[in-house]
């Protein structure tokens, strides 16, 4: 159901995320925010591109790919 724990734990997740993008723009300003977000996603379509290449058999460099979802999984 909606009111289980996971709805509750989405429901943090967004509000988590709202104060962060409002702190985000309090500090840096909506521009710079708008970059981090499109790093982010330029990241994320890096290591589904990779991650799809390994799956279809090719030879993927295991340090590129390490990298790749490094930089997903620790965004800076």
Do not use: T
């Amino acid at each position: 159901s909606l009111r289980g724990a996971g709805f509750r734990n989405l429901a943090l997740l967004c509000n988590g995320m709202a104060g962060g993008y409002e702190f985000a723009v309090s500090k840096f300003g909506q521009s710079a925010y708008d970059a981090a977000q499109e790093k982010a996603l330029n990241n994320y379509m890096e290591f589904e591109m990779l991650d799809l290449l390994q799956s279809m058999g090719e030879n993927v460099n295991p340090d590129e790919y390490k990298q790749a979802h490094d930089r997903v999984v620790n965004p800076n």
